[in-house]
């Protein structure tokens, strides 16, 4: 069966999303007519997530949502009762979804090992924002006797030990018996298929090693492969100038993408590994990891940048953004310098060219606002962040910083900000992520915090169509795509999300469980959901 497109209207701005195109069916020359209505949307990008590690989730426990320290012990238990070779030197049982903000406490490697049904396990369990990781007495064990302090890291010794953040966390990964390649293939496949089932046709991967890259350039094409991937490397040793192992890859299909760079700044938020200005507020002994410091940041951008690549860092805390900000002016100078013909070259203009961005965004003061806006560096905005984080941000924050510096996205629109989830650190539905944009309320209750229920700072809440934008043409623009992605058109991709009714004509709630009818990628269909309906392949 073939589907027609309808133009959008003639006058509409091509470079805009067609948010409200019907789709019908073209009927056969032979056979039954066959009528399937829906409203086609173009496909959704995200913006940040991380492909393999989503696999690997759904592959593995899965404790978000837990509020107790006996509700995690009972998933794995659980998960161990399914998977009884998990914990074993060879196999180590793996999970994602702890955070301490809602437990109420660090976790300790006793806390496992006073389970019996996972006494003597090895066991290693990242931190919702998969910036710490939490292990087991087995794995302790395998460390030296005494374990000093990592720069840009952190290892929590109270109320116990078992949990590494940020740079300290290498020291117990070095450890981990990796998936082999089958294995890391059956996780890319898992992924692509999930993130079919909410729209999403295309992904910016926040982070690939070389050695992942290979394996990505080798599944294109292969039955799984349903996601187009704007790959950013990241070196096998983080914040390093790895050129000589990093592919270059531009597919004419655009399946896959490499042209980017991934850097890292600083840790997360909820772990107070966020590089601040001045103290946290909640602990004022500390302000954060640079996990890099600013001579070596602006020394390997530069690098990276010099050698053709977009360079993206990731950066959380204003510090950081302030050490990025700094690293990609002088990037952008090293790459447009003065001529004789150019003595005063416009960094801005360079900018627009080069595409430099900055991954999250989140907390940026005043003053460095002003300079990304001037240079027209771009943003890389994870809505969700902001809900999800709102229930203690003021409390690591005060309410002066969160006020002028946190969680921008209306104030930032004017710099094309690209979208997305940060998936598995937050579930990767764009309709989510479009929810908490336009709300500024959590997609998991459709609530804010207390004495927020309006939604939380709803001044930066987007509309709808800013929002859609960040995740179609934001993130292609993002992605050197534009006219290619997110759009319905000729000469863009045939690639589409098919939904019951226009995307105008859901309440704002209903998008917090908005289902997609078909995905459809490259003019196939990679997705329809199981409803009793007729289905036809091309």
Request: hydrophobic share 40%; aromatic share 8%; with cysteine.
């Amino acid at each position: 069966m073939l589907f027609r497109l309808f133009p959008p209207d003639q006058n509409q701005n091509q470079d805009k999303p067609t948010t409200f195109t019907h789709l019908h069916s073209t009927p056969p020359s032979t056979g039954p007519v066959i009528h399937r209505p829906g409203f086609a949307i173009p496909g959704l990008w995200d913006g940040h997530g991380h492909l393999l590690q989503y696999g690997e989730f759904l592959h593995s426990a899965d404790l978000f949502g837990c509020t107790s320290y006996a509700c995690i012990l009972d998933r794995l238990a659980a998960y161990l009762a399914l998977h009884p070779e998990a914990g074993t030197p060879q196999s180590w049982l793996r999970g994602v979804g702890w955070d301490q903000n809602i437990l109420g406490s660090m976790p300790t490697a006793g806390m496992l090992e006073g389970d019996a049904r996972l006494a003597g396990r090895y066991v290693m369990l990242d931190r919702v924002d998969v910036h710490c990781t939490w292990v087991s007495r087995a794995v302790l064990d395998l460390l030296p006797r005494e374990v000093g302090d990592v720069p840009g890291g952190e290892i929590v010794r109270e109320p116990g030990m078992g949990v590494f953040c940020d740079n300290a966390m290498d020291l117990v990964v070095r450890l981990w018996t990796r998936p082999d390649g089958e294995r890391k293939r059956g996780f890319v496949r898992s992924a692509m298929a999930e993130l079919n089932k909410v729209g999403v046709v295309g992904m910016h991967d926040a982070g690939v090693v070389p050695r992942d890259l290979e394996m990505f350039e080798g599944m294109v094409g292969e039955e799984g492969w349903s996601v187009r991937v704007y790959a950013m490397v990241e070196c096998e040793e983080r914040n390093t100038f790895c050129p000589g192992e990093a592919p270059w890859v531009e597919r004419a299909d655009g399946m896959l993408v490499v042209r980017s760079v991934k850097l890292f700044g600083d840790g997360a938020l909820g772990s107070w590994g966020s590089a601040l200005l001045a103290p946290y507020s909640d602990r004022p002994s500390t302000s954060g990891s640079l996990l890099i410091n600013a001579t070596a940041l602006t020394a390997v951008a530069t690098s990276w940048a010099q050698a053709g690549y977009q360079v993206n860092i990731h950066a959380i805390g204003d510090l950081a953004n302030r050490h990025a900000i700094s690293a990609l002016t002088t990037a952008l100078e090293a790459v447009c310098p003065p001529s004789p013909s150019d003595p005063s070259p416009n960094l801005a203009e360079c900018q627009s060219r080069h595409r430099f961005r900055i991954e999250h965004s989140q907390i940026i003061s005043p003053p460095d606002q002003e300079r990304m806006h001037a240079l027209g560096i771009l943003p890389s905005i994870q809505p969700t962040h902001a809900t999800s984080d709102s229930s203690y941000a003021e409390a690591r924050l005060g309410p002066e910083r969160i006020a002028s510096s946190a969680y921008r996205m209306k104030s930032l629109l004017d710099l094309n900000p690209v979208l997305g989830s940060d998936f598995p650190v937050e579930p990767p539905s764009p309709f989510e992520g479009i929810y908490a944009a336009v709300t500024r309320r959590s997609p998991r209750t459709g609530k804010g915090p207390e004495g927020w229920e309006g939604g939380w700072h709803a001044e930066e809440a987007l509309s709808l169509e800013e929002a859609v934008r960040g995740f179609t043409v934001g993130a292609a623009h993002g992605g050197f795509m534009e006219g290619k992605a997110g759009v319905i058109k000729e000469g863009a991709y045939a690639d589409w999300v098919v939904l019951d009714r226009e995307l105008g004509g859901y309440a704002v709630e209903e998008l917090r469980a908005m289902k997609v009818k078909e995905t459809w990628v490259g003019g196939r269909r990679v997705y329809e959901r199981e409803d009793g309906e007729v289905k036809e392949d091309l």
